[in-house]
Structure formats: structure tokens, C-alpha cells
């Protein structure tokens, strides 16, 4: 048995071996899309590690010649002095799972590999960002160390003025080692072929993880599935000015528009991007800034969107002007924006009106009348961000995932946080909305609650949250745990008390798409409204019975 399939577009197996991440590169690769080679690790390999505490049987040489094909294909070394190769080890289940998992970011960074990095590049600045990035990716997913102990490290060595930015690099990298060292217990191996397998099964093991397993009973996936893992050259958004990392949805996935959606970041890596810890740049930026990238960008989309038939989603990478394709997937989108795209593709004649009816469920139509918090005073409002997913929300202020999921057995809690992180899963679980201080549309905040239909509010940057007093602060106001709040995903309001929604109207893509619905299920003759529905049934119902129909047939 195989475990590791090469990234190639003749790669016959299914995203129930390669994941859905791994299939996503190998129908990029045949799609004539650039994606960084690599290899991947099927999830038959994780289920046999969850099982037996070990590697099966085989993975272990089938390893080292996939690195040594790697290293032919790149003509780069893992471990070597001169053009060392490095590579991200990330997650990729059959069924997405945003955040969820572990990502290991430059891994083959040792002290000399940096420094070979930093010869072959001239830019030693780069060379220890590399490495530090990979010191606390690995860190964070290997020995469990907590993101805010890396950030205490930073912070600490800022404070002390240490010199330049090459030196403050180099003092901030020797303290995550001996955070590692200390109450960690362990250390990050010197050697780049030793890095590996442990960043091979802290995937594995993540798979398994208290947060997994909580977004898993959320969403009906079932626990044996097993994540693959994908193994690819780093390609590097951090390299210079011309450099940079983002997602992008080719239509807006709060509205269903045909418009490029997304965020991104110039001189970053692709975590400052997803973790919402970044203040990240409205995708129509790139245009102006790396218009060689946007062409390529939306070439991309626009190739991927025909193949499956239906909105995209991408995360990207650009390295010294090359653009490069991480991942992608459909957009799954959600409520009004799902109802949108089924039309407008019927409209172009890319799938019929059956096929449209079928994409549409109900608990799509449960939210695609969005609505909105009705005129408020103005004294009420505390402070507005980004709106990440349509909706209205009401409930009592919490500052952690822990708090979210005690004070929801009270009521309906909204989860107020710097940024969320997997980690807060069981509070995003709980609560009925959130709102983070960071972050774009594309963070874990936002990219959770839509997968939920959650509203939520990001980016809102004049709000602190304070963990130890349990408040938060905007305007000029303190509000303590426990406020009543309510928050507008559509708009980015956040509101001091609670706000009645305004009735949501029905748009004309809505009205279309039932007026198909009863087509099918021979509705609106009898009994009708005189607008042609039948107004003895919802819209759920009338959906329902022409789904029913359909797959009957």
C-alpha cells in the first residue's frame, strides 16, 4: 500500500485519500495552475497513526524518497548549507475544516540552513523572520506552546530597545528556543531531516484535538475520516516588497455578487492572513500594487470556477512578483449568497434550474433573508468593524471561549476577543455571534462563523478587550462582562443594548428561485397568493417539496 501520492495532475485518487486540500492541488496542477511541488501523506497513514501510536509500517522509506524527489524537482537540499530546501507541512481533511488543525510553516530552517538563506537571498532579515516563523509554528504544534507565550517573548525584547531588526530577530528566536527548553520540556531539532516527523505527526495528532472534534459533532463530519497531509516547497510571502499572501473568493460570499472578494497582505506569510491577528489590506489592493499578480489571480479563479462550476475560494502566495496557489476548494457559501450564485449560474446557462434548486438547502433558505438592526440612536453605537457574516445578534458580552461556553447555559452570549484562534472553538460553538478587535473577512472569526451562520463583526480596531478586568472598551465607554450587545454581521455595527431586527425583505434571486421551486412541485395554481406561490407554505417548505421532487426523479 502507498501511503504518499505525488502532486501531479494524473494523480487518479479521490479527496477521501488526498483530503480535500491535496485533491484541490492536484486539480490546480491539471488546470495548468502554478502550485509549489510537493508530495502528499494519504489519510489512511493518520488513521493507522491515531490507531497504533506510530507510523505504519513503510511510511518511513516511502518519506525519504519523496523528500529526495522533492529535492530533484526544486534542486534544493533539505538540510543544506547552499539553496536549502524548506517546506510547509500542513493539514487537509476530505471535508474542510478551517483552522482546525496544525500548519508547520519553513520547516528545514536550523542555524546554518538560515544562514545559507540568508547568502543565497542577501537578506539576512528575511533569513531569521523565516526562522523564527518556523521556531513558533513548530513550537505551537509540536510542544503546545501557547501563542500568547510567543507573543509574550516579542513583546518582552521590544521592550528592552534591543538594536536593529536583524538583532531583535536574532534575540526574540533565542528566547522561543529556551521557552521550548523550559517549560515545554523539549527542543526544536538542529537538523532539518529531524524536523519532519515530528511536524508529520503533530498534524496527525491534531486531527484528534479537543477543538477538531467539538467542529466535527458541529458540522456532522464523521471522527474516523483522518486528515491527510500535504508536504510542499515554501514559497515565500515574506521575501521583499514584492511579496505577499491572501484568499480571495471569486464572488462575494456575503452576497452572492460576481465581484473578487478577500484580503491580503504585502510581506507577510499566509498565518498573519487566517489567524486575524493582522490588519490585512482589501484584496483590490493587489491590483494597483502587483498587477502581474492580479492578472494571474483572477486568471485562476476564472479557470477554477469553470471547472467546478461554482464560487471559488484560494489562498495564494506571491513571491518577488511569481504568484503561486496554496489551496482551493468551492466557496460553499451560505444563506442569500448560495441562493444568489445558484441563480446567476442557471442565468448563464452554466447549470440548469434543477441543478440550482438541488445546491440551495433548506438551511441555506433559513438564511438568506438577512436582517438587519432597525434605526438605532447613535449614542448606542459602541464601536463598527468589517461585517463577516450577515445577521443579527443579541446577547451578553463574554471575553473567552471558556466564559462564552458557561454564560450561554444563561442566555445568548456574544463572543467579544482580540482575534479567536482554534483554540476558542467551544466559545464560537456557544455563542450566538462574535466580534473580534482584528482580523479581515477571510480570519478564523469570519471564516468560522460563516460555516455557521453565525453573524459576526471583524476588525473593529478601536475596541480593546480586557481578559483579566472582563470588559471591553470602545468610544470612550467600558462596558463590563455580561453588557448586553448587539451586533449587525452585514453592516459591522456593534450596539450598546439589545436592538430588534428589522424585517428582512426577500431579494429578486430569492423570488426566482421559488418561483422554480413550485414549478416543480406543481404549486401556484390552486390556493395561490395571486403572485404565483403558494401562500399557504414558507419558503422552506415549498424548497423542501421541490428538492423531494427532484431527487425522486
Known amino acids: 500500500m502507498a501511503w504518499i501520492h505525488p502532486l501531479s495532475g494524473d494523480v487518479e485518487e479521490t479527496a477521501s485519500v488526498l483530503g480535500g486540500k491535496g485533491y484541490g492541488l492536484v486539480v490546480l496542477r491539471r488546470l495548468g495552475v502554478p502550485v ?3 508530495f502528499v501523506i494519504g489519510t489512511g ?3 493507522a497513526f491515531l490507531r497504533d501510536g506510530r507510523f505504519p509500517d513503510g511510511l518511513g522509506p516511502e518519506l525519504a524518497f519523496a523528500v529526495s524527489r522533492l529535492e530533484a524537482a526544486t534542486r534544493r537540499r533539505l538540510g543544506g548549507s547552499e539553496r536549502p530546501l524548506t517546506v510547509s507541512v500542513r493539514s487537509g481533511g476530505s471535508v474542510s475544516m478551517p483552522g482546525m488543525m496544525n500548519t508547520i510553516l519553513n520547516l528545514g530552517l536550523t542555524t546554518e540552513t538560515t544562514a545559507g ?26 510542544f503546545g506552546v501557547e501563542p500568547e507565550s510567543l507573543e509574550a517573548v516579542a513583546r518582552e525584547v521590544a521592550g ?4 536593529d531588526e536583524e538583532t531583535r530577530l536574532a534575540e526574540v528566536i533565542r528566547g522561543v528556543e529556551a521557552l521550548v527548553g523550559g517549560p515545554a520540556g523539549g527542543s526544536v531539532p538542529d537538523d532539518a531531516t529531524e524536523q519532519l516527523e515530528p511536524a508529520i505527526r503533530a498534524v496527525f ?5 479537543p477543538r477538531a472534534r467539538t467542529y466535527r459533532e458541529l458540522h456532522g463530519i464523521p471522527h474516523e475520516l483522518g486528515t491527510a497531509v500535504i508536504v510542499q516547497a515554501m514559497v515565500f510571502g515574506n521575501r521583499d516588497d514584492h511579496s505577499g499572501t491572501g ?30 491577528r493582522s490588519a490585512t489590506r482589501p484584496l483590490a489592493e493587489l491590483a494597483g500594487r502587483e498587477p502581474t499578480v492580479w492578472a494571474g489571480l483572477m486568471e485562476a479563479m476564472n479557470r477554477i470556477e469553470e471547472y467546478y462550476r461554482d464560487t471559488c475560494y ?25 441562493v444568489r450564485v445558484a441563480v446567476d449560474l442557471a442565468d448563464a446557462g452554466v447549470v440548469d434550474r434543477r441543478e440550482a434548486l438541488l445546491r440551495v438547502s433548506p438551511h441555506h433558505l433559513r438564511h438568506a433573508r438577512t436582517p438587519r438592526v432597525e434605526t438605532a440612536d447613535a449614542s448606542d453605537l459602541l464601536t463598527r468593524g468589517l461585517g463577516a457574516c450577515p445577521g443579527v445578534a443579541v446577547g451578553r458580552v463574554a471575553t473567552t471561549a471558556d466564559r462564552a461556553a458557561r454564560m450561554a447555559a444563561g442566555g445568548p452570549v456574544i463572543l467579544v476577543r482580540p482575534y479567536t484562534s482554534p483554540l476558542d472553538m467551544h466559545g464560537l460553538a456557544a455563542a450566538a455571534g462574535v466580534v473580534t478587535a482584528r482580523g479581515g473577512p477571510a480570519s478564523h472569526a469570519a471564516v468560522v462563523a460563516r460555516a455557521m451562520g453565525k453573524p459576526a463583526v471583524v476588525g473593529a480596531s478601536d475596541l480593546t478587550v480586557d481578559v483579566a478586568a472582563a470588559c471591553v472598551r470602545a468610544g470612550g465607554r467600558t462596558l463590563p462582562e455580561g453588557t448586553l450587545i448587539t451586533i449587525d454581521g452585514t453592516g459591522g455595527e456593534v450596539l450598546v443594548g439589545g436592538h430588534r431586527p428589522a424585517t428582512a425583505t426577500a431579494d ?3 423570488h426566482r428561485l421559488l418561483e422554480w421551486a413550485d414549478e416543480v412541485s406543481g404549486d401556484g395554481s390552486d390556493g395561490s397568493d395571486g403572485s404565483g406561490r403558494d401562500s399557504g407554505r414558507d419558503e422552506v417548505e415549498r424548497l423542501t417539496a421541490a428538492r423531494a421532487v427532484l431527487l425522486d426523479t
Open 205 to 209: 495528532s491534531s486531527w484528534d484535538t
Open 45 to 47: 497513514a493518520c488513521r
Open 36 to 38: 509549489p511541488p510537493g
Open 508 to 510: 429578486s434571486h430569492l
Open 247 to 276: 484568499v480571495a473568493f471569486s464572488r462575494d460570499p456575503n452576497t452572492g455578487e460576481r465581484v473578487p472578494f478577500g484580503e491580503v497582505l504585502f510581506g507577510r506569510q499566509g498565518e498573519d492572513v487566517v489567524s486575524g
Open 117 to 142: 538563506l540568508a547568502a543565497e537571498t542577501g537578506d539576512p532579515r528575511f533569513a531569521l523572520d523565516s526562522r523564527l516563523r518556523f521556531l513558533s509554528g513548530f513550537a505551537s504544534a509540536v
Open 314 to 338: 484560494v489562498e495564494f502566495t506571491f513571491e518577488a512578483g511569481e504568484l503561486w496557489i496554496l489551496q482551493t476548494r468551492p466557496g460553499n457559501l451560505v444563506g442569500r449568497a448560495a
Open 160 to 163: 528592552r530597545g534591543v538594536g
